[in-house]
């Protein structure tokens, strides 16, 4: 079990607490804030996939409907304006209940508020609370507990046209999105322990007045609903919120247990003899089950449902750092991500032909339906498309699943490619494609020629796209000829072929380093650390470093970890050395990278060094909690496990280990799901054993 606690209030940690202990199912996420807690403390309840604005589009923050205080002979029991004798948050990663303890005291009187919350795994619109209170002095107190509609957004508030409805217990509040028109319910039912009349307060709450009787415990079960874009929608929470209620409280924190008891069965990478890399481990494992996606219209978003940071966009390299978590582990979620790009399609069509170009070109930044949210206006990033690709056909060629292809797969992939043959241009001797004046994962040096990581990523694009095309006629060559002949693709894939063949990409020279892109080589290269110890240069002293071999991002780095078995262990080694003495302050995909590299070029050591301070679990770890939940590097340390330290390949249907050895860590134990099989892998100092069972297990 691994329990997450912070032990005291700081008004200054509470976005960054709010982010960490984050609850979540995928539908919506609740950030880790306290029941008092008001828009000013970041509380936020985040939906995926409902989108709105004009100028700014995000996903939308809702009402905050557990909002609950009391008050106390006229002093506000909150940890804002009044500190507490003893404060406890709690996470318990192994079922997701969010969980306060605080006792507060003045004068003889000792008031403890207790409460949990968690959010119903299988029934993704609904959300459960409890929320107790006792006193060791009979006193008189002022409670407020209701929907909170004063709302934390970051650009704009996106809820209007607000009517609401009060029966007896349960509050409903029916709006619409300000531009999209979107109809959204929240509704709450309150089921008190105790008689209290209430009237209005403000902002949607209530207020109760009443005395409490010494070393009594008070008790508010609370059962939430939301809903959106559903028809009769008003009726359809109303019958959700009943139906819970009936059920209780006891049945759905069991129920809660049961998922999360099967979820982890399967998905758990066990570390041995290292209870810290266990804990980030449990961390990263439990919100990549709790984001997981429930539809076909929704990816997971980089900052995960943490608010509305990022926009709630879905990242370039969600299918490199997330989806192989999903294809490993829940196959069914990773198809829905897969089919969230294949629904994209029709935008990534929209923008090339925008930019002047054929085929596809797929958003930096995607939300609604794959519409383009990143305000950098940057055209030439073109090795999105291949970086989608990647990941899409690891998935199809691990899970079998063929059926992908014949519901858009197989457009999206050769409109890919046709984005590419219209962007490609043939070198002056006419002897190789090259793709010139690309903005790559490195922006240091401004648009540059023949990047390594962009040609590279476009070769296997071009290649996964020949390859599918082939499962597919396997498959049904007549359901093929019917997706091809409208548009001519036959004549395309020749072309494809073509640009394959005389692709430019980079070669290693004779010292085994690959060229970043063209004429990198020739740039200046000023002497650089020879200690052993290896650190990023966090500064250089050039006004013109544009013209130096010093990068933020190395996309060479990427090219290896990416490609592992197409380089042996010197060139990785090499190049590994080399690009890290010039880096500056790499972006968290090129350190995950990097941690990869560093395992399968035997200097597991040092990608340690690195991988602790990506995955530290405390508040001041900027890269993991600053400015939301980096659910893209949480996908990164569950890659770094197992594709770094454990060394994990696959091989079509088939997978080796080859564990890199480090002091901290004794044994790695996970499941991974190929095809049908599942295939359990356990690695210790000098071995790494895989065996497999045809018997699959629930959960996910």
């Not at 403390?41 to 809702?62: C, M, P, Q, S």
């Not at 940890?79 to 004798?85: D, G, M, T």
């Not at 300000?178 to 209290?196: H, I, P, Q, R, W």
Request: glycine share 4%.
């Amino acid at each position: 079990m691994s329990v997450l606690e912070h032990n005291e209030y700081i008004p200054e940690e509470q976005e960054q607490i709010g982010s960490k202990f984050l609850i979540s199912n995928g539908y919506m996420g609740y950030r880790g804030t306290l029941d008092e807690a008001t828009s000013s403390d970041f509380v936020a309840l985040n939906i995926n996939g409902l989108y709105d604005g004009h100028r700014f589009v995000e996903n939308v923050n809702v009402f905050n409907p557990l909002y609950s205080m009391v008050k106390a002979d006229g002093i506000d029991l909150n940890p804002r304006s009044f500190r507490p004798l003893n404060h406890t948050i709690s996470l318990d990663t192994d079922n997701g209940i969010f969980k306060r303890q605080t006792e507060f005291k003045y004068g003889p009187t000792k008031i403890k508020i207790n409460s949990e919350r968690f959010l119903d795994q299988n029934n993704k619109s609904m959300m459960y609370s409890v929320f107790t209170f006792s006193s060791n002095n009979k006193i008189d107190i002022e409670l407020f507990s209701g929907i909170d509609k004063h709302i934390w957004n970051i650009n704009a508030n996106h809820l209007r046209n607000l009517e609401e409805t009060d029966e007896k217990n349960i509050t409903i509040i029916k709006a619409k999105t300000k531009y999209n028109e979107t109809d959204v319910t929240m509704g709450l039912y309150e089921v008190f322990s105790f008689n209290a009349k209430s009237k209005p307060y403000k902002n949607g709450i209530k207020k109760y007045e009443f005395s409490l009787e010494p070393k009594k415990v008070y008790t508010i079960h609370k059962y939430v609903c939301i809903l959106h874009s559903e028809e009769d929608i008003l009726n359809k929470t109303r019958e959700k919120l009943l139906k819970a209620e009936e059920i209780g409280y006891k049945r759905h924190k069991s129920d809660n247990q049961t998922f999360w008891d099967e979820a982890f069965l399967q998905a758990r990478v066990n570390v041995f003899n290292n209870d810290e890399v266990m804990d980030q481990m449990d961390y990263a494992v439990y919100q990549l089950i709790a984001h997981r996606p429930y539809s076909d219209k929704v990816s997971v978003n980089q900052k995960g449902l943490s608010g509305q940071y990022d926009m709630g966009a879905v990242s370039w390299n969600t299918e490199i750092l997330l989806l192989p978590f999903y294809t490993n582990v829940f196959p069914d979620t990773a198809r829905h991500m897969i089919k969230y790009r294949i629904n994209s399609l029709e935008k990534a069509i929209l923008k090339a032909e925008s930019l002047g170009y054929e085929g596809a070109f797929y958003a930096e930044d995607s939300g609604p339906e794959g519409a383009e949210l990143s305000l950098r206006n940057v055209t030439n990033n073109i090795h999105i498309n291949g970086s989608i690709v990647y990941g899409l056909y690891q998935y199809i060629e691990r899970t079998k699943d063929y059926s992908v292809l014949f519901e858009g797969g197989l457009e999206m992939l050769l409109e890919c490619c046709n984005f590419y043959l219209s962007y490609t241009t043939l070198s002056e001797n006419k002897k190789h494609f090259d793709f010139l004046n690309v903005s790559g994962l490195d922006d240091t040096h401004g648009s540059i020629d023949n990047e390594a990581y962009t040609n590279l990523i476009i070769k296997n694009c071009l290649d996964s796209m020949i390859k599918c095309v082939a499962f597919a006629k396997a498959e049904d060559k007549f359901r093929v000829k019917d997706i091809f002949l409208p548009k001519n693709y036959e004549k395309l894939i020749s072309d494809v072929r073509s640009l394959r063949r005389k692709l430019y990409t980079k070669k290693e020279n004779i010292d085994y380093l690959i060229e970043s892109f063209d004429k990198y080589f020739n740039l200046e290269d000023r002497d650089v650390s020879t200690l052993k110890k290896l650190n990023f240069k966090s500064k250089v002293n050039f006004k013109d470093i544009e013209n130096t071999t010093y990068q933020n991002n190395s996309n060479v780095i990427p090219v290896l970890a990416l490609f592992l078995d197409e380089y042996s262990e010197k060139i990785k080694r090499m190049n590994f050395n080399y690009y890290m003495r010039r880096s500056m302050n790499p972006d968290i995909f090129t350190r995950i990278m990097l941690v990869i590299v560093a395992c399968a070029s035997d200097q597991s050591e040092e990608a340690y060094k690195q991988y602790i301070e990506l995955a530290d679990l405390d508040i001041t770890n900027k890269y993991l909690f600053n400015k939301g939940l980096n659910l893209a590097l949480l996908g990164g340390i569950y890659d770094m496990m197992v594709y770094g330290f454990a060394g994990l390949r696959h091989h079509v249907f088939l997978l080796s280990g080859e564990y890199n050895n480090v002091n901290k860590i004794r044994r790695l134990e996970f499941f991974v799901k190929i095809a049908n099989n599942l295939a359990s892998v356990k690695t210790k100092r000098n071995s790494v054993s895989i065996s497999w069972n045809n018997k699959q297990q629930n959960g996910g």
